[in-house]
C-alpha cells in the first residue's frame, strides 16, 4: 500500500498511528539524506552514502527510486516481494515519482494520496514548521502544487483523503486497508 502527499500534510502522522493500530508492515526507504535528530538507522530510514545507493539502483535492489530536493530516497524490494509473498500489507510512505514507478510494477497495489484542506493551509502548515528559511518553503510549496497535479495525471491515486482531521483520514486509511482488493478475496477463498 503505497501512502504519498505533499510536504506538511501529515502523512507520517498517519503513517505512524495506522502502523501502531494495525499489524501492517513498514517499508524502511534507503536514503542519502542525513538523520534528522530522533531518527533512527534501520527503522525510520536505512542512511547510506550516495556510492551505495548508487550501486542498489544498478543491482537492481531497489523497487522504485527518485530524487526528492537533492537526495537519493527508494524502496528496497526484497522486503516487498516477502510481504507479497506472506499476503501482508507493507506499507511505502514515498513520493509521487516512486508511486508511479510502484503502479508500473506493480498495478494492483493500493494508491493513496493524502491531500491538504485547502492550498492555503497547507502553506500555512510549511511556514508553522518554523524551521525553514521563506525560500525553502516557497520551493516546498511549488513541489507540493507539482506533487498533486503529478499524483492526479498518473492515474496510480484512485483512493484521496483530505486530511482535515487527523482521527478521521487514519481511520479511512484503516478502512482502505481493510477492504479486499480484486484478486485477494480470492486468494484467500
Ligand atoms: P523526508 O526527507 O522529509 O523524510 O522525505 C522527503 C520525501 O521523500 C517525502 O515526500 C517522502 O514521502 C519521500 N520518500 C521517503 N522515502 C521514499 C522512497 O523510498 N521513495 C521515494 N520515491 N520517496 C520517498
Known amino acids: 500500500m503505497v501512502i504519498s502527499g505533499p510536504s506538511g500534510v501529515g502523512k507520517s502522522c498517519i503513517r505512524q498511528e495506522v502502523l501502531r493500530r494495525t499489524g501492517a508492515l ?20 536505512r542512511f547510506v552514502t550516495r556510492e551505495r545507493f548508487e550501486q542498489m539502483i544498478a543491482q537492481d535492489e531497489l523497487l522504485e527510486w527518485a530524487d526528492v530536493f537533492g ?15 506472506s499476503g501482508q500489507t507493507m506499507l511505502m510512505e514515498i513520493d509521487v515519482q516512486g508511486g508511479a514507478q510502484v503502479y508500473a510494477k506493480l498495478p494492483g497495489e493500493t494508491f493513496i494520496l493524502i491531500l491538504p484542506p485547502s492550498m492555503d493551509e ?30 492526479q495525471a498518473c492515474g496510480a491515486y484512485t483512493y484521496r483523503i483530505v486530511n482535515d482531521d487527523l482521527e478521521r483520514a487514519i481511520q479511512q486509511v ?7 482488493r480484486p484478486g485477494q478475496a480470492a486468494a484467500g477463498a
Not at 513498514?26 to 530510514?45: C, F, I, L, N, Q
Not at 484503516?174 to 479486499?180: C, E, F, L, Y
Open 174 to 180: 484503516i478502512a482502505i486497508m481493510n477492504t479486499p
Open 71 to 85: 537526495n537519493y530516497y527508494g524502496t528496497p524490494i526484497e522486503p516487498v516481494w516477502q510481504a507479497i509473498k
Open 122 to 151: 497547507l502553506r500555512r502548515r510549511l511556514a508553522g514548521r518554523g524551521t525553514e528559511p521563506p525560500e525553502v518553503i516557497d520551493r516546498r510549496f511549488a513541489k507540493a502544487q507539482q506533487e498533486i497535479l503529478a499524483a
Open 26 to 45: 513498514w517499508s524502511v526507504s534507503a536514503t542519502t539524506r542525513s538523520p534528522r535528530p530522533g531518527e533512527v538507522d534501520g527503522k525510520d530510514y
